[in-house]
Every structure is written in structure tokens, then in C-alpha cells.
């Protein structure tokens, strides 16, 4: 899937360069070609976009399925968030169940 997410982002930087340089050039070319280079840009940023979803949706999964003790995530978080050791331990418990409702 990344791959296919950077082909995708390469195609869009392509199309939307080339749109680019047929605006610029509009009076060398029909407007018909015009439209169709930018409808292309337009669907290339659209399916890039729905790549990264998916990625992201994919990579969430995968997180979910990793197991992780509370000891260990309490020492991620503070590692992270340096001014997490100030806090109470009760306020990091709701941190963490805050965490785990969002994400």
C-alpha cells in the first residue's frame, strides 16, 4: 500500500505540475485539454488521499493488535511527555483511559 500511495502521490505532483504548465500555455492548447489535466490532478490527489485513510485505518489495527502493558505505556508516555512524571498517578490513569477512548 505504500507504494501504491507514492505512485499515486508522484502522479499527482505530475499531473498537477503539467496542469501547471498548460494553464500557463492556454493559449497553445485547447481548453478541453486543459480541463482533462486538471480533472486527472484532481482524481490523483483524491486517490492519494484515500490511500493514506486506508493506511492509517491499517496501521490503527495494527496497533491495537500489539499488546502493551499499562507499566510499559505509562513509561512511553513519560519518555514522550517529559512533564507527565509531575502528574499524580490517578491523573495518569485517566490520561491513559482518555487516550484509549479516543484512539
Given at each position: ?7 499515486h ?8 505540475a503539467?496542469y501547471?504548465g498548460i494553464a500557463q500555455?492556454?493559449f497553445?492548447?485547447?481548453?478541453d485539454?486543459d ?14 488521499e484515500?490511500?493514506?485513510e486506508?493506511?492509517n485505518?491499517?496501521a490503527?489495527?495494527v496497533r ?5 502493558s499499562e507499566?510499559?505505556e ?7 511527555v517529559?512533564e507527565?512524571a509531575?502528574?499524580?498517578q490517578d491523573a ?10 479516543v484512539?
Amino acid at each position: 500500500m505504500l507504494v501504491r500511495a507514492s505512485r499515486h502521490r508522484a502522479l499527482a505532483e505530475r499531473a498537477i505540475a503539467r496542469y501547471r504548465g498548460i494553464a500557463q500555455s492556454a493559449f497553445a492548447r485547447s481548453i478541453d485539454k486543459d480541463l482533462s489535466a486538471r480533472d486527472a490532478a484532481a482524481e490523483s490527489v483524491y486517490f492519494h488521499e484515500k490511500d493514506l485513510e486506508a493506511l492509517n485505518r491499517l496501521a490503527a489495527k495494527v496497533r491495537a493488535k500489539i499488546p502493551v502493558s499499562e507499566a510499559e505505556e505509562l513509561k512511553r508516555l513519560q519518555k514522550l511527555v517529559p512533564e507527565a512524571a509531575s502528574l499524580s498517578q490517578d491523573a495518569l490513569k485517566r490520561l491513559m483511559s482518555w487516550k484509549h477512548d479516543v484512539v
